[in-house]
């Protein structure tokens, strides 16, 4: 029988879905969402399945969590060519993205809402062979109502937070009726796993995996714009921060001003993780005393700051230099994702911050391949150095390629360990 927790969801969930209808719609609409794709969240499909095909779904959340599966897609599918994969995800910013870089034979929609209506009319059209949830997209319905409906199951790249683990302690009945359904569980490293057992996922279910943004692809460039810029910046030295927070850009524009001192001509590329910042942004470097150009205003990079706050160039602006500082570090937000830079041949700098990615971070330390910085003067003095010492720099961009290229092999063993678990192979 159902836990008494999950019993008053369902019941909370069918009393809130026009109100959750009416506050996603808004918001989705607001970002430029067609009105019959709003409809996806209750379930309304306005893509075909493939009747004759094994459907292997994908659910993530947002950005982050969908760009760590469209690696692994691509590999499942090159191993299963007959299958179709489908996508689905919260944000418009992942229904952008997921159609700039869309794997062969798959389809995004947006996530259903967690209640009974709309997970019906989803999984009535979908009928998922298999379906794996990512990281914490820990809906307790679309867990339940995909399980009944008879398809295996994995969480991959499982990541909870603390405060999440201690709530599921609190509720242990509920917490096994829930991660029963997974077939497999693959974390993000060990204290995860341990982690995932003590509040009763099956013991014999869960293994480490590996932080699957680690295996994503790089970021795509956008050609024409990186030539547009090269042309602007000519031969003046570059440094490129990103994903940056309030009350971090402070601390990259003071470092900015120091190190201008030793080269007049260096440029700043600055891209806030909110582009919707962008005139706080814009503020705060005219206050700085510094000259800038902005990517909205339609301008390449020019004077001493270009602000990039766009979505989606995130790839090109890493293109331009090889010293990149990431964001969301200076603060207790938890650091961003390194990977992509390492991709892209740069130099990663990050703030002490970073519990989001602590193993990654420590390893590429240990290799050279990343530095972590205090605040204004240690991170200008460490741009400084890898400015004024190009074989330093080009040691630096080597190990970061060097840890990127380990981890490439890693994919497919993942992806056929997923098959095996979830049945998916011919015949099976």
């Known amino acids: 029988m159902a836990p008494l927790l999950y019993r008053l969801w369902v019941g909370a969930s069918m009393a809130l879905v026009p109100f ?27 893509e075909p399945r493939d009747p004759d095909a094994a459907l292997i779904w994908f659910h993530a959340a947002s950005v982050g ?29 992942s229904a952008t993205m997921v159609a700039r870089r869309m794997p062969p034979r798959c389809v995004h929609q947006f996530s259903p809402l967690d209640a009974p209506g709309t997970l019906r009319r989803f999984l009535r059209h979908w009928r998922p062979d298999a379906a794996l949830f990512v990281e914490s997209e820990l809906w307790p ?12 199951m994995a969480l991959v790249n499982a990541r909870l937070s603390a405060r999440s683990i201690a709530n ?20 993000q490293n060990d204290a995860m796993a341990k982690a995932m057992v003590e509040i009763n996922a099956p013991a014999d279910r869960v293994a480490r995996g590996i932080n699957l943004k680690s295996l994503a692809g790089p970021l795509p460039q956008d050609e ?7 042309a602007a910046l ?18 990259v524009l003071a470092a900015h001003k120091s190190l201008l001192e030793q080269h007049p001509d260096l440029c700043l590329i600055l891209v806030p993780r909110h582009p919707e910042r962008g005139q706080d942004v814009t503020n705060l470097i005219a206050g700085a005393g510094l000259s800038l150009t902005r990517r909205t205003r339609g301008d390449m990079p020019g004077g001493q700051v270009f602000l990039a706050d766009t979505l989606g160039e995130l790839g090109t602006w890493y293109a331009l230099g090889d010293i990149v500082f990431l964001g969301g570090s200076l603060r207790p937000i938890g650091g961003h994702n390194p990977f992509e830079v390492a991709q892209a041949g740069a130099a990663v700098l990050s703030g002490n ?4 990615f602590a193993e990654t971070f420590a390893e590429m330390e240990a ?13 200008a003095l460490r741009v400084g150095a890898l400015l004024d010492d190009p074989a330093a720099l080009e040691a630096a961009k080597a190990a970061a390629t060097a840890f990127t290229r380990d981890r490439t092999d890693m994919l497919d063993g993942i992806a056929a360990r997923l098959i095996k678990a979830l049945e998916l192979a011919p015949g099976a």
């Open 20 to 46: 959750a209808t009416w506050a996603v719609t808004r918001k989705l609409r607001r970002a430029g969402v067609p009105v019959v794709r709003c409809h996806e969240k209750l379930g309304h499909a306005t």
């Open 65 to 93: 969590e969908t760009q760590a599966v469209l690696a692994l897609i691509t590999r499942m599918g090159v191993a299963l060519p007959q299958a179709q994969f489908l996508i689905t995800s919260g944000t418009a910013t």
């Open 141 to 152: 319905q679309m867990l339940r109502r995909t399980h009944a409906q008879g398809a295996r």
């Open 168 to 187: 599921w302690r609190r509720f242990p009945k509920t917490a096994r009726y829930l991660f029963e359904v997974f077939d497999l569980i693959l974390t």
């Open 224 to 230: 024409d714009a990186l030539f547009e810029a090269r």
């Open 234 to 251: 000519g031969h003046r030295p570059v440094w490129i921060a990103s994903s940056t927070h309030p009350g971090e850009e402070e601390t």
């Open 353 to 356: 911050h970073v519990a989001n």
């Open 367 to 379: 290799r050279g391949a990343a530095r972590l910085v205090a605040d204004a003067g240690d991170l």
